[in-house]
T-cell receptor, first 112, second 113 residues
Framework: SQQGEEDPQALSIQEGENATMNCSYKTSINNLQWYRQNSGRGLVHLILIRSNEREKHSGRLRVTLDTSKKSSSLLITASRAADTASYFCATDFAGNNRKLIWGLGTSLAVNP | NAGVMQNPRHLVRRRGQEARLRCSPMKGHSHVYWYRQLPEEGLKFMVYLQKENIIDESGMPKERFSAEFPKEGPSILRIQQVVRGDSAAYFC???????????FGQGTRLTVV
């Protein structure tokens, strides 16, 4: 299977703490993308990191990519209750007609 | 610039009926992707279309499912003779140039009763 795998499956933290989610994949990629999905809602694109990039920041988000280990991490700093959602990584595999292969997601609960 | 528009948001069909899901991509985007999400799972790729062409349908079930993206109008995902197992959220995404993010619609939640 080419599916990415996130861990942990579920994470519960207090407001103000940092949340780290990891994603592993299996073959070479063009880029890796992180998305957020609130319960029963659509997907919101968070950040895209290309295969030649190692780290990217966007506001309170920090994404790293280690192509040698075929893994990525998403760090949310100073979490807020509004960050409660499911977080998915999606990989754009090299030569794969641009379709995204998705992991099963990490369910994050930020408690006030 | 409106985002990706999907309709309907919710669709209820009886077993054996047909379901038609519509997706209008973002302005200027010529690539459309359909994904299916079962409860408590991630998204599964179904089909990738450009205007009037199916580029990759490797994720589409062999029977009952079809997709089109005509020259004019929205992309349509059609499911014939729906069964309970078709109940899921169906998401459409559109994209522009290669190696850029895909933008998703709010999804259509299909319930087969």
């Amino acid at each position: 299977s080419q599916q990415g795998e996130e861990d942990p499956q579920a994470l519960s933290i207090q407001e103000g703490e940092n949340a780290t989610m990891n994603c592993s994949y299996k073959t070479s990629i063009n880029n890796l993308q992180w998305y957020r999905q609130n319960s029963g809602r659509g997907l919101v694109h968070l950040i895209l990191i290309r295969s030649n990039e190692r780290e990217k920041h966007s506001g309170r988000l920090r994404v790293t990519l280690d192509t040698s280990k075929k893994s990525s991490s998403l760090l949310i700093t100073a979490s807020r209750a509004a960050d409660t959602a499911s977080y998915f990584c999606a990989t754009d595999f090299a030569g794969n007609n641009r379709k995204l292969i998705w992991g099963l997601g990490t369910s994050l609960a930020v408690n006030p | 610039n409106a985002g990706v528009m999907q309709n309907p948001r919710h669709l209820v069909r009886r077993r054996g009926q047909e379901a038609r899901l519509r997706c209008s991509p973002m302005k200027g985007h010529s690539h459309v992707y359909w994904y299916r999400q079962l409860p408590e799972e991630g998204l599964k790729f179904m089909v990738y279309l450009q205007k009037e062409n199916i580029i990759d349908e490797s994720g589409m079930p062999k029977e009952r499912f079809s997709a089109e993206f005509p020259k004019e109008g929205p992309s349509i995902l059609r499911i014939q003779q729906v069964v309970r197992g078709d109940s899921a959220a169906y998401f459409c995404a559109s994209g522009g140039q290669v190696d850029t993010e895909a933008f998703f619609g709010q999804g259509t939640r299909l319930t087969v009763v």
